[in-house]
Nanobody
């Protein structure tokens, strides 16, 4: 079992920045790729970014490429999502998740956090 707890969400103006954290406990953190997903009201959950277990490979959704950065610190069992140049359309609940391999499909992620709200005002 892996337990995931997100933090760092909040209200920010368009153009601002936030850094989300995802603290993991349980099994060996570096055994899992970590992903970030988001879900806006009335919309499907969508992929944002993912990083391999050792942090060597990252993949981003086109909508966030160049603005968001995913990273991880395996010594701290924590994954991060640095979000810059935020837009109102980035407003959503953001979830971190763990998967045995890097993947963009939510259905392949085994463990999920409870989510953290990000609201970007115009």
């Amino acid at each position: 079992q892996v337990q995931l707890v997100e933090s760092g969400g909040g209200l920010v103006q368009a153009g601002g920045s936030l850094r989300l954290s995802c603290a993991a406990s349980g099994r060996t953190f570096s055994d899992y790729a970590m992903g970030w997903f988001r879900q806006a009201p009335g919309k499907e959950r969508e992929f944002v970014a993912t990083v391999t277990g050792l942090g060597r490979t990252t993949v981003y959704a086109d909508s966030v490429k160049g603005r968001f950065t995913i990273s991880r610190d395996n010594a701290k069992n924590t994954a991060y999502l640095q979000m810059n140049s935020l837009k109102p359309e980035d407003t959503a609940v953001y979830y971190c998740a763990a998967s045995p391999r890097i993947d963009q499909m939510a259905s392949n992620y085994i463990y999920w956090g409870q989510g953290t709200q990000v609201t970007v005002s115009s």
